[in-house]
């Protein structure tokens, strides 16, 4: 099973601000991963595909990258309205997997 | 408009039985890979199961191989979810959730909560 480590767990935020969130896969898995935003009370939202690919309607402001083991969100000039748990998922081998979520927090 | 809307979650005691539904519409249901995932306070966010677009490919998440049985009905548009031998480790909301075609999931269910309690 492939394990994915996101760093941080947390991370308190001012708006403007340009927030990094990492995931680290235990084995190489190329560019399968992909970024999900979940806010309180909803379902996870895709944001990010395929490690770099944004997902149609998502602001600009989300961006991806990585390949192999090391992965990047990005969020430039964070809004109040990106408060929310941040998920990774990998898809390049069963079981698919998910990192243990960043919680962001707006102050 | 893509909707994707689960239901069958109750209370049930630790050996008991349960199937839950996903009821699909706004897309062609047969053309799209399904999946369920779970989530827990404790655990996060857990893939559980999947199937392909005929009902000829599952596969399942090893906690629950054995126990769990997907299946789809695509002249009824709809995902299901057996769950048999339940456990309190099963607790969690269960979202059906729609494969883009990587793996990858660009519509997700409100969810249906799953409480195993005695």
């Known amino acids: 099973e492939i394990v994915l480590t996101q760093s941080p767990d947390f991370q308190s935020v001012t708006p403007k601000e340009k927030v990094t969130i990492t995931c680290r896969a235990s084995q190489s898995i190329g560019r399968s991963l992909h970024w999900y935003q979940q806010k309180p009370d909803q379902s996870p939202k895709l944001l990010i595909k395929s490690a770099s690919q944004s997902f149609s309607g998502v602001p600009s402001r989300f961006s991806g990258s990585g390949s192999g083991t090391d992965f990047t969100l990005t969020i430039n000039s964070l809004e109040a309205e990106d408060a929310a748990t941040y998920y990774c998922q990998q898809s390049s081998s069963l079981p698919l997997t998910f990192g243990q979520g960043t919680r962001l927090e707006i102050k | 408009e893509v909707q994707l809307v689960e239901s069958g979650g109750v209370v049930v005691q630790p050996g008991g039985s349960l199937r839950l539904s996903c009821a699909a519409s706004?897309?062609?249901?047969?053309?799209?890979?399904m999946h369920w995932v779970r989530q827990t306070p404790g655990k996060g966010l857990e893939w559980v199961s999947l199937?392909?677009?005929?009902?000829?490919?599952?596969y399942y998440v090893d906690s629950v191989k054995g126990r769990f049985t997907i299946s789809r009905d695509n002249s009824k548009n709809s995902l299901y979810l057996q769950m048999d031998s339940l456990t309190i480790e099963d607790t969690a909301l269960y979202y059906c959730?729609?494969?883009?075609?990587?793996?990858?999931?660009?519509?997700w269910g409100q969810g249906t909560l799953v409480t195993v309690s005695s």
């Open positions: 959730v729609r494969d883009k075609g990587g793996s990858y999931y660009d519509y």
């Open positions: 199937i392909n677009w005929n009902g000829g490919e599952t």
């Open positions: 706004g897309f062609t249901f047969d053309d799209y890979t």
